[in-house]
């Protein structure tokens, strides 16, 4: 406790506080000190006093006693100022000593002072590290040991939860198990319910199906009796119809035969005279459209005015030569906007009509253009007549020639001719041929070709289709489903659905582009008989209004007659401009 007390202490001055004792030992030093310098100023004085009285009563005595007492009192008081000032020093040099001796020993104390309140600051600074480091410990204990008693605590809660799952568990378990038990009873007794009133309908159904059965067959007999008799009958009749079919069949066989080989001679011989380069050939084949139209021009335009009735003369026949009012305007206004009101030849018209039907048909200049696909997929659709079949042995021809593996489906299957037909075509292309019976399903037929297609490895498959007229919805409607049967073995095709209209029907071959692009994904035309009729300018009318692509044009019957389509070559031919124009690449 001593000790501790004396640490504190310490420590306290240490912090410039004081204890009460040294306070006080201090002031009674203080106080002496003052005490001392205060006895030796008395003293001093004293001395001093002493001195002047004694020299007052000296120079009193001197008075009385003569003269010369004043110089030995002079020499006695200089002698007793220097011994005071030399007791004087030496009390000077005393306490100057004595306050040297406090000050160190001031000093040693405020160092032995320093020193313990060090000790004491370090052994407190220990204590205090000890004591946290203590806290820390014991705050650590307490904390593992509330963990643990939460981890048992945590434990023996899961514990009991488990119980009581497994607890509830078992008693479900039990509860289903009387469930089951129950619902098993009740379905055994239903089933041997069911199985009575199912035994019980069985005999009541077989009993009323024998009855039925007994009736039925009495029935059968009585019908199969009559049926012989009406099929005898029936037999007779269409003996004697198929009979006479096929007698007009041979009949309209040989008639065609016949005027096709009238018809052949006379264009092989129309042909001997027209060989030459593509343009002639193009040019002699166009020759009834063109002559009509470039000897109108030539009729209207010898050196004369382009006024605005030389326009609507020129207009006029423009659309009666099928060119269809768009072409007609485009072509006028070319013309008026360098030569109105001054004079045009008529090879000046000619030359501008030349231009306006080459810009409308060169975006559409495109040759039929096989993909890697196998078979390429060749579906050939029109109305009666507009030269599908001839088209297409054309074409085939052509394929055959670049050694391509070609299969013709014959999909007109209304017609014997026509398959009669199509085989004369396969004969001199040299291709296979594949066809069903008459009036067989046409998509049946095209479903076949197209599995014996792959199978074969064919390049291409060109399938040849029944004439349609484009208002006979149930035809086409027949063709649609075609399509489809093509399209379900192979999304892609047909890879080319070749439209081929007869030039000679004119303005009707518009709505027939319609209808079949609607119906069946036409993707190209082929026009044909452009040798046989003045009105081929409708094949720019209709490329100004569906731009479809042209593959060719068809200029005669014979296999050769068939052309790529040539935008500039046609315009020229057909606008009566004789060009040097170089011909095409042939597919
Ligand atoms: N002058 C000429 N005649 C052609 C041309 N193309 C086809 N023909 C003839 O037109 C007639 C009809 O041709 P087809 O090929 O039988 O026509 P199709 O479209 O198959 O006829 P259907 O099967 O009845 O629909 C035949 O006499 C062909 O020789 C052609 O470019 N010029």
Known sequence: MADDNKKKRGFLSKLGFKSKEEKLAEEAAERAAQQQLVDEAMAARMAAINAAALKSAREQDAAKSGVDIAAEDEARIAAEEKLRAEEQARKDVEAAKRLAAEKRAKEIEAKRLAEEEAAFAAEEKARLEAEAKAEAERKARAAEAEKVRLAQAAKRKAEEEAALAKAAKEQGEREAQALREKQEAEAKARAEEDARIAAEQAEREAREKAEAEAARLAERDAARKKAAEAAAVEAAKLEAEREAKLTEDRRIADELAAQKAAEQAAIEATAANSEGGFLDRMSTGLKKSTSRMSDSVSAIFTKRKLDDAAIEELEDLLISSDLGVGVATKVTTLLAKDKFDKEVTDMEVKIALADVISDILTPLEKPIVLTETKPQIMLFVGVNGSGKTTTLGKIAKRY????????????????????????????????????????????????????????????????????????????????????????????????????????????????????????????????????????????????????????????????????????????????????????????
């Open 400 to 587: 055959r020639d670049q050694g391509k593996k070609v299969m013709i489906a014959a999909g007109d299957t209304f017609r014997a001719a026509a398959v009669e037909q199509l085989t004369v075509w396969a004969e001199r292309s040299d291709a296979e041929i594949i066809s069903g019976k008459l009036g067989a399903d046409a998509a049946g037929l095209v479903y076949d070709a197209i599995e014996q297609a792959k199978a074969k490895d064919v390049d291409v498959l060109m399938i040849d289709t029944a004439g349609r007229l484009q208002n006979r919805t149930e035809l086409m409607d027949e063709l649609s489903k075609v399509v489809r049967v093509i399209k379900k073995q192979d999304p892609s095709a047909p890879h080319h659905c070749i439209l081929v209209l007869d030039a000679t029907v004119g303005q009707n071959a518009l709505s027939q582009t319609e209808v079949f692009r609607d119906t069946a994904g036409v993707t190209g035309l082929i026009m044909t008989k452009l040798d046989g009729t003045a009105k081929g300018g409708v094949l720019v009318a209709l490329s100004d209004k569906y731009k479809l692509p042209i593959h060719a044009i068809g200029i005669g019957e014979r296999i050769e007659d068939l052309e790529n389509f040539s935008a500039p070559v046609f315009a020229a031919a057909l606008s009566g401009v004789a060009d040097a124009l170089t011909p095409p690449a042939q597919n």
